[in-house]
């Protein structure tokens, strides 16, 4: 399996993104409704488009939830593709869907692709909560594949946010401070939003596009 890390870098490139990295599965990640043990998993992202990160001042738009929804999908399916890639390689693999939020009021997916993504090196944990990535910022949404494929992992992501406070002060609900992300603040926030006519979404966008990757 010594080249099964070109493999896959080939084919998420083929699917369109050169975002993409390795890990190890850290102790104590939690993986909700799988029993079966993954140790190592692939994540993968897609930028975020700039046009449609423009359109958003201090709420969601229209254009940024058909987008948000778009890219989920590009995730989904790219990620399906990588885990029949792997299963004909003979090895387990599991999609994380992109999107599918499980505890609502911990805003939590079947597993926290952000922590995936800093244990492979993709960008550190910014104050927002967001992988920070060095080039695109926040502006970049992930997706997982768990695995017992064999791969050397990448080194952990180090980069720290320094001064900035972009999103500290873009954030609508006033939910991140230098100690984190008030999460009860957030969540009421993007209830609010939800309630936009034609959102319908928890969705926000905010601190997304403020973490433009120029800190
Ligand atoms: S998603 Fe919106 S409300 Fe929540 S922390 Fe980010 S900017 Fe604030
Ligand atoms: S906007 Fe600045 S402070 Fe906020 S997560 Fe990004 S780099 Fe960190």
Redesign the pocket.
Same mark, same amino acid.
């Given at each position: 399996m010594s080249d099964s890390r070109a493999r896959i870098t080939g084919l998420l490139e083929a699917q369109g993104t050169k975002i993409v990295g390795f890990c190890a599965v850290p102790d104590n990640t939690q993986v909700i409704e799988v029993t079966e043990t993954f140790p190592r998993a692939i994540v993968f992202g897609f930028p975020l488009s700039r046009a449609v990160l423009e359109t958003i001042e201090d709420r969601p738009t229209l254009l940024y939830k058909h987008h948000y929804k778009t890219v989920n999908w590009m995730l989904d399916q790219t990620a399906f593709r990588l885990a029949r890639f792997i299963e004909e390689l003979g090895k387990r693999a599991l999609a994380v869907p992109a999107s599918q939020t499980v505890d609502r009021e911990q805003q939590k997916g079947h597993v926290s692709h952000k922590y995936l993504a800093a244990a492979a090196g993709l960008g550190?944990i #910014?104050?927002? #909560?967001?992988v920070?990535h060095p080039e695109c #910022?926040?502006r970049v949404r992930y997706a997982s594949v768990l695995t017992d494929l064999e791969f050397a992992p990448d080194a952990r992501a180090t980069g720290?946010?320094?001064d $900035?406070?972009?999103?500290?002060r873009?954030c609508p609900a006033q939910a991140?401070t230098d100690t984190g992300v008030d999460l009860a603040r957030c969540l009421a926030k993007l209830k609010e939003f939800s309630k936009i006519r034609g959102i319908g979404q928890y969705i926000c966008g905010v601190?997304v596009k403020? $973490?433009?990757?120029r800190?």
């Open positions: 550190h #910014g104050r927002s #909560g967001l920070v #910022g926040a720290t946010c320094g $900035c406070q972009k999103c500290v873009a991140i601190c403020a $973490c433009d990757g800190h």
